[in-house]
């Protein structure tokens, strides 16, 4: 407690006063404020040590809390409410050609090596399109090929089924249907020419501008 | 010959010279007024009661005098002001008539009444702004959160695709160049190893003496030297298949010699 | 006091628990939040009106206060601790006397057009003025007139609310006695003498808008 001074010339403001006071000046702060500054900042007399561990005990399991920081105190959201700072925002987007075309190919020719894959595509399949699929859980190791360096192959997973509402891998269309169905019609892929060279970068997340449009 | 000022002359004097400047601090200050209305409602405190007892007509009189002090210093009034003075004698004449029922549009009453009213609504308005500046204001007397924590967004992203994008996305990658690589091309200048046993075997049993390997290549290689190339090499593996059979046997005398190969004939 | 709905899916968390969130909330921003903001970002089932009320009440008398703005809620530091803030202190601009009382008038005749206010002062207003009070975001355009000429309307804005400490426009100080003694009426000139403006913007039928903002 703090001992009263009785030969200061200005009486200094009760407790709760000096309290209100950091309080204001913590919460106005772009800072967080030392002991010091705040002692100057207050009418002379003040006791703010107290004042402060007054003020903690208050915020205590309140929304906020005071705490400090370096050689400073600032007020803080409480941690267990980060949550309520964080905003989630969900957002749907289309794969990128990469990932389609490579999801295609595993669920056609499975189970199939990268190095199969990337013949087919005829590009390098990034290590980033492989990943996503398989962090969508939509394709998943298969057995080793019992070929020299034994490379692991993909097959695909039962979420891959279920989102495209397969039953199994046979119910995918033919070739034969395929081009029935004039999907195989040699005519330009959408959104760019055979062969197009900007392929070999598998972007899955540089969709940028299409991340607005979800906002 | 001038007489001396008397003390009264000195004392009129000062006391003209008094007004004069009073008059004149007040025309000078025409550039401060924002307008007839303004310098009407400094003349109406003047007279020092609510502006609902305001009298109009003393009013128009003190504002008349206000635009004759003016012309009488030369003070070039903008033409709002004399507008209102025209407008002020106007009313003026009409309030000091006895109404004439003849006449249309509003009474002299009702113009003095609206006159009286802009004057306290404007009056109303400098006061409330006042009282406002006088509020506590923000940044000045109270101050918001010095370290506002901002929201993060967090992205959770969905990927879709549908069948179709899957079905789309194969056609394409097969349209692209035709390459199968899980079915064999019709490769129609290729010989395979397979061709050549099949026809090395319905061969061999005639090959009982030595003969070059060339004899044996199929029909069609002499046009075709790629198709050729290619027949070599798998009648060559071929016969290497028969030899490890026991089959047949090969031999070459040097390095670049035909190739020579036989029937073996069963022990 | 709010009624238990005993049917909600999810249980709302506890009354001193949604007080704490909305704390951290309204701690964290600069600007005063909206309920329906603070709502959404609450869990569902919360009774905001009612922990708003409770933590209001929990500041009263302390170094900073729960205020209202318009829509939205804000910590304030109490005004009479200004004192102690010259560090934050940020200066205003000076405003001329004529950018004060246009800012009065709109506030009290909102929404007002440039015509009416220019019958108000006696004067014309610069564009100046209005392009300075709309630069400080303390007017924004309102509803366009449906008189002749279908002129702009000006209203104040929350940050005139906020930086003037005012709950709404209600509590501008003397409105209701201007009201009472008619000074808010929108009473054109008799046989529009006076060169009143105004006259132009026939305002005889505007005058629900007024209603709107104030009743």
Known sequence: ?215 | MMSEPTKEDIEEFEQTTKQRVASEAFLIDVNGFEGPLDILLTLARTQKVDLRKISVLELAEQYLKFVEEAKKLRIELAADYLVMAAWLAFLKSRLLLPPDPTEEGPSAEELAAHLAFQLERLEAMRRSAAKLMARDQLGRDFFVRGIPETVSHNRKITYTATILDLMQAYAHIKTKDNFEPLHMRERDHLYTMEQALERMRTLIGHAINWGDLNQFLPDGCRDDPKFRRSATASTFAAALELVKEGKMEIRQDENFAPIEIKTKAPE
Chains 1, 3 share one sequence.
Not at chain 1, 20 to 33: G, K
């Open chain 1, 1 to 215: 407690m703090s001992t009263e001074q009785s030969d200061t010339l200005f009486q200094a403001p009760p407790m709760g006063e000096q309290e209100r006071m950091i309080e204001a000046i913590l919460f106005a702060s772009a800072q967080p404020v030392s002991k010091k500054t705040i002692t100057d900042r207050l009418p002379h007399g003040c006791d703010v040590s107290e004042a402060i561990a007054h003020l903690r005990k208050r915020y205590e399991g309140r929304g906020v809390k005071l705490v400090k920081v370096g050689d400073g105190w600032a007020f803080r959201t409480a941690p267990d409410l980060g949550f309520l700072m964080q905003k989630e925002r969900y957002e749907t987007r289309k794969l990128s050609r990469a990932a389609i075309e490579t999801l295609a190919i595993i669920a056609y020719h499975q189970p199939t090596t990268r190095a199969e894959i990337e013949a087919i595509r005829g590009v390098s399949v990034s290590s980033g399109t492989i990943d996503l699929l398989l962090e969508l859980e939509w394709i998943k190791l298969g057995r080793r090929r019992m070929t020299p360096g034994r490379p692991v192959t993909f097959i695909v997973t039962q979420v891959f089924l279920d989102h495209f509402g397969l039953e199994s891998e046979r119910d995918l269309p033919g070739v034969k249907e395929l081009r029935d169905s004039g999907l195989l019609d040699n005519r330009p892929a959408p959104g760019g020419a055979l062969g197009d060279t900007s392929q070999e970068d598998d972007d899955d997340l540089e969709n940028t501008d299409q991340d607005d449009m979800f906002e």
